[in-house]
């Protein structure tokens, strides 16, 4: 008989608690896990919950994140003979402790409406996970990696890590002579992954994959609107996106951390 009371107390108290977590789930579309809602809770509303009983009262009210499906890594193109890889000078030690010592960057595409196709290319810092530039357009030419160095060169103001290294994959646009030319110029170093080896550059892939899970970009009626949505997540996901691996804290903080340390 005690254990009526007991039990009847602990569903008010779930009743009660589920209601927060409920109208952060509902607000982040159903697309978050049970350790980036303890991280909300603690950072938004000043709220310690213990992640194992977060996940509990999901299960219990049955909040199921959706999760995306992971997808095969494609490249962009084959290089031709007159352009040059190089060596892999990280072997997937992308965290490095220090802002701007490791750049990573690669090229995605956006599908929006009636099959337009647009292309999605950013620079992340590899030790903060912040987006340092990016540049949308509808074009694979060369001057959409030219317009994301462009945008990385203002983002930090020209005062580059002595030491930094821009990472990406063997794709025609970072193996050719004129971007490998402009690369060496700001004083940065490149590498690039292993030949068909996702796993390599494997942050700013998984970048690209949430983006897509989490954004209605195919919903956009015109390439202005595409930017629009994709310059509001990277700056929700730079300044707002509590991360786990981050001592749980964004991007930005992160950086100020380290800075700071």
Request: charged residues 30%; contains cysteine.
């Amino acid at each position: 008989m005690k254990a009526a009371p007991i039990r009847q107390f602990k569903d008010l108290e779930d009743e009660r608690d589920i209601e927060l977590i409920k109208f952060i789930f509902q607000q982040k579309k159903e697309k978050v896990g049970a350790l980036q809602i303890k991280m909300i809770l603690e950072n938004d509303y000043f709220v310690k919950m213990n992640h194992k009983k977060i996940r509990r009262l999901m299960r219990k009210y049955q909040l199921i994140t959706k999760v995306r499906k992971a997808k095969p890594y494609k490249k962009m193109a084959k290089a031709t003979q007159e352009h040059r890889t190089c060596p892999n000078l990280l072997n997937r030690e992308f965290n490095q402790g220090e802002p701007g010592k490791v750049l990573l960057t690669d090229i995605t595409y956006l599908y929006y409406e009636n099959g337009q196709k647009a292309y999605l290319s950013c620079i992340k810092d590899g030790s903060t996970n912040e987006i340092l530039a990016h540049y949308i357009s509808r074009s694979l030419e060369m001057s959409i990696v030219y317009k994301t160095l462009e945008r990385l060169k203002e983002s930090v103001q020209n005062q580059f890590h002595p030491e930094v290294i821009l990472h990406s994959d063997q794709g025609m646009h970072y193996t050719h002579p004129f971007f490998q030319k402009k690369v060496k110029k700001l004083g940065i170093t490149q590498s690039m992954s292993r030949k068909g080896n996702c796993w390599d550059n494997a942050p700013i892939e998984s970048f690209f994959g949430h983006f897509k899970d989490e954004v209605d970009f195919k919903e956009c009626t015109s390439l202005s609107e595409l930017k629009q949505i994709v310059d509001s997540y990277i700056e929700e996901y730079n300044c707002h996106r509590y991360q786990w691996g981050l001592n749980k804290m964004t991007p930005v903080q992160y950086r100020d951390h380290l800075l700071a340390a």
